[in-house]
């Protein structure tokens, strides 16, 4: 969560963002219909009776100005009841148990969970944001099976895409600028390992960023697909006017995607 400033989710709370209208003309769906489908389900939810208390940790860098408002803010345009509690760390953990929530969020710099209370199970800002913008990604590509999509960035994000588009029939190559990195997921996943960054870049119609990138429109192929959560990234005008959709917000499709999945833990379908 290190690489997020206040100046990247000043928008988010009050939704300057317009992120649903946006997704509806790249993707066909909106921020909770993407989570939904990433949480398996194909039908709208009503989510109203979900309360959720969103904790400020205070721990290694601190409080990221404005982060807890922004998840309170996301949570709530699913329909769910949220808050931000008036305590933080422990002590925030503790109203919000007292206060017999059903979900609590929190993030640390090295962890984002939305955590259910009752079924005692998480889950995390890696496998979210990977879900979410493969989602994403698979809507506005009009499918992703049999097609080739590269996956820039083999972190933690970088690990869950590559598994998830695997699963779904794409044929998947992954680069990192360690190449050592995306080598291990080759063996491991049995997948494409490329260690030219620029070229797995403009051989790729369908990509799906993980990483800090700059995306030079040289490399950028005509009518491209970018599902991008990585920050921060840079696109020129003439690569934004050959792809076809670039797919980013600094928060929302991550966090929705952690909120629903974990609200269905304990919810009848």
Request: aromatic residues 6%; proline residues 3%; contains cysteine.
């Amino acid at each position: 969560m290190t690489r997020l400033t206040p100046d990247l989710i000043e928008g988010v709370p009050d939704d300057t963002i317009d992120l649903d209208s946006k997704l509806m003309k790249m993707c066909g769906k909106t921020v909770k219909q993407i989570a939904l489908e990433g949480a398996g389900v194909d039908h709208d939810v009503d989510f109203s009776k979900v309360r959720v208390a969103v904790i400020p940790i205070t721990s290694g860098m601190g409080v990221i100005g404005g982060f807890s408002q922004s998840v309170d803010a996301i949570v709530k345009r699913l329909g769910m009841q949220s808050y931000v509690t008036k305590g933080t760390d422990v002590n925030g953990f503790s109203q919000a148990i007292n206060d017999g929530v059903d979900m609590i969020m929190m993030a640390d710099d090295a962890m984002f969970v939305a955590y259910n209370v009752h079924a005692a199970r998480s889950t995390n800002n890696s496998w979210g944001t990977a879900m979410g913008y493969a989602v994403a990604l698979k809507n506005a590509a009009g499918g992703v099976k049999g097609k080739d999509v590269l996956v820039i960035g083999a972190g933690l994000v970088g690990t869950e895409a590559v598994q998830i588009l695997k699963s779904w029939g794409a044929n998947v190559s992954v680069t990192d600028i360690k190449f050592e990195k995306a080598k291990a997921l080759e063996e491991k996943f049995g997948v494409k390992a490329l260690q030219d960054v620029e070229s797995a870049l403009s051989s790729h119609k369908y990509i799906l960023n993980a990483a800090p990138a700059i995306f030079p429109g040289r490399l950028i192929m005509e009518g491209a697909v970018v599902s991008t959560p990585g920050v921060p990234h840079y696109f020129d005008e003439e690569g934004r006017k050959k792809a076809k959709a670039i797919i980013h917000d600094p928060l929302e499709i991550g966090t929705a995607m952690m909120a629903v999945n974990s609200a269905l833990f304990t919810m009848k379908q």
